[in-house]
């Protein structure tokens, strides 16, 4: 499998469409980095993931981890490659600098991190979870966690791992049975088991830092009983260096549809040391810090692998000679035309194209909102910022997956048998994919954190801003009457769903995934007709404006069909009975 990042994409994301030259010049943290800065560290982190992540793709997939007594070890390729991921300081992009990290702006994050999980989903994953981690010590630890534990992870000396998931406490964290005991020393003995610990025992690193979700004795019940722990696989002496071995280890590893790479383990903590990260009682909170972090990375997943998947699609279709086109040949010479004379597969090629280009643009404008809550200035610009991201996370954790998925499928459906054999990668990118759908909170969670938490909770204030926002932006004139009937289908939609959800408590659970769906639909036509508004004279953004056409004839008129399905009685659900599944 090849794969080309998207360099040239991600200089008209950040400098024609966001401007994001003006932005950084108004927040002091990023007052010193230049535009050619910028672009050199794009390019490197282009040449890192094309020129030496790729090639350990494939077999990463086909090696997988083998676990034995309790070590772990990964494709004999993935070593190499993630020691010249680390040494580049890649996971310390947008880490703190008092610490080591280099504070760039996370707009620029997230346009690396695609590249990264395009690149190999599996060796990434080792990657997002220490940058994850390190952003919880950041925002909750003691001033002596952060200098211990921040430069290792910064340089990728050591790596992340975050423990939640419980065999009986998956989404429903509140009843898991991990116990946390005080010990003299202000330390606590650890002992339960977690299932699905991504990254949980590894041979990449001398040391893993697990961040484990666990109750204190004297712990209220639910969710507000919880407390986070720092439990490092080696325990940590005063200067640094590694101490004893900790008490836990790997029980198995999970062998699975996908991310073959990725080691994903039982891990048993059989009285293992642990160190308070943050308040007691507050560690599902604290660990919110981690997750919504990794629901933006786990969204940009699903990105990266719907880029990968159109670009060995297109590539196919270029190639292959099927048919001929329905106005006559076009290959007179060849015994057949490409498959691109064919609208059907085009549609297909066209739909992954604008789903991951209007997905990137997505992404990049979370990013945008998370580093003006960060650094603005100004108040008031953060906090909105702030809402604004919150609004935000759950839409694109869960709709960049889910669009990332489609697309992969539908490159797959481009190779025909092609794509269901090994060969050329594009089963691969549906198996991987899968599991964005999945972890970090399913997509059924998000669209219920959205719904609920985000838009009922403040009466849909939020959103409306939101909207209101969107319509002040300059877009290109002939997609602004599809653009207002879009703003005014979710608004009208929101009012609907939120009176009606005052009479019947399943309203929000019946209607979420639809929801989410028309919100993400109608912030991309924003973006779409935003994107066609600045495009250059070119052959690229000549590109650009095709692509914005196809998005709002095919694409938007989803949100017709989302808008229908959402005002249906949610007898239609809930009048089946229990025994009738
Ligand atoms: C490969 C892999 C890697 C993982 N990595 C990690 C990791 O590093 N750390 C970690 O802690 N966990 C990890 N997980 C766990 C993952 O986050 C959970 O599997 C996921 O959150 C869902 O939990 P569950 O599997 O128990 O499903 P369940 O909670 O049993 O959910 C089953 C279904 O019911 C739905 N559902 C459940 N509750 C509700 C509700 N209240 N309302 C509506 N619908 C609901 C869900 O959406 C889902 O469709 C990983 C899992 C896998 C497979």
Not at 14 to 32: K, Q, V
Not at 461 to 475: G, I, P
């Amino acid at each position: 499998m090849e794969y080309q990042a998207p360099e040239r994409d991600a200089y008209f994301l950040l400098f024609d469409l966001f401007r994001a030259g003006e932005i950084w010049s108004a927040i002091p943290a990023f007052a010193d980095f230049s535009e050619d800065l910028i672009r050199a560290v794009l390019a490197e982190g282009g040449r890192l993931a094309s020129e030496v992540i790729t090639p350990t793709n494939q077999l990463g997939d086909q090696q997988g981890c083998v676990w034995q007594d309790g070590l772990v070890t990964t494709p004999p390729e993935f070593k190499p490659a993630f020691n010249e991921l680390t040494a580049g300081g890649w996971l310390g992009l947008a880490g703190n600098p008092d610490f080591g990290g280099q504070g760039m702006p996370k707009m620029l994050a997230c346009l690396v991190e695609e590249m990264l999980w395009a690149a190999n989903t599996s060796l990434y994953l080792y990657g997002t979870l220490t940058v994850g981690a390190s952003l919880c010590i950041d925002a909750h630890g003691t001033q002596a966690q952060k200098s211990t534990y921040l430069p290792r992870l910064y340089s990728g000396q050591w790596t992340g791992a975050m423990a939640l998931t419980e065999a009986h406490a998956g989404t429903d964290l509140g009843i898991m049975r991990t116990k946390a005991e005080p010990q003299a020393d202000d330390s606590y003995r650890i002992t339960g088991t977690k299932i699905f610990i991504t990254g949980g025992e590894h041979d990449l690193t001398e040391n893993i830092v697990h961040l484990v979700l666990a109750k204190l004795p004297d712990a209220p019940a639910g969710t507000k009983g919880i407390s986070l722990f720092i439990v490092p696989k080696y325990l940590v002496r005063e200067d640094g260096s590694l101490g004893e071995r900790n008490g836990f280890a790997s029980g198995s590893i999970e062998h699975k549809m996908g991310i073959r790479g990725s080691a994903t383990s039982v891990i048993n903590y059989d009285g293992a040391t642990g160190y308070l990260l943050g308040e007691p009682n507050q560690g599902l909170a604290a660990m919110f810090t981690m997750m919504n972090y990794e629901r933006l990375s786990v969204g940009i997943q699903g990105l990266g692998a719907g880029e990968l998947a159109y670009q060995q699609a297109a590539a196919y279709a270029r190639d292959r000679l099927q048919g001929r086109s329905p106005t006559g040949p076009q290959n007179a010479a060849g015994v057949a035309d490409s498959l691109l004379v064919h609208p059907d597969v085009r549609r297909m090629l066209m739909t992954q194209r604008a789903f991951a280009e209007g997905g990137r643009a997505f992404a990049l404008y979370v990013g945008l909102q998370l580093d003006v809550a960060k650094y603005s200035p100004d108040d008031g610009e953060r906090r909105k910022a702030q809402a604004l991201s919150e609004l935000l996370t759950p839409v694109a954790k869960a709709f960049l997956s889910d669009r990332g998925f489609e697309g992969a499928v539908m490159a797959q459906q481009v190779f025909g048998g092609h794509g269901y054999i090994q060969e050329w990668g594009a089963e691969q990118i549906v198996r991987d994919t899968r599991i964005a759908q999945i972890y970090e909170g399913t997509n059924g969670v998000q669209a219920l954190d959205l719904i609920g938490r985000k838009v009922l909770s403040n009466g849909g204030s939020t959103l409306r801003q939101f909207v209101d926002d969107m319509a002040q932006s300059e877009v290109l004139e002939e997609f602004q009457a599809d653009l207002n009937e879009a703003y005014d289908r979710l608004v009208r939609t929101t009012a609907s769903v939120t009176e009606r959800a005052r009479q019947d408590p399943n309203l929000p659970g019946a209607v979420s995934t639809d929801y989410l769906d028309l919100l993400g639909l109608t912030v991309y036509a924003w973006l779409w007709a935003r994107m066609a508004a600045c495009a250059p004279n070119d052959d690229f953004g000549q590109s650009k404006k095709l692509t914005a056409r196809f998005f709002f004839a095919r694409l938007l008129p989803r949100t017709l069909a989302l808008e229908k399905s959402i005002a249906a009685d949610t007898s239609a659900l809930m009048d089946f009975v229990g025994d009738q599944f």
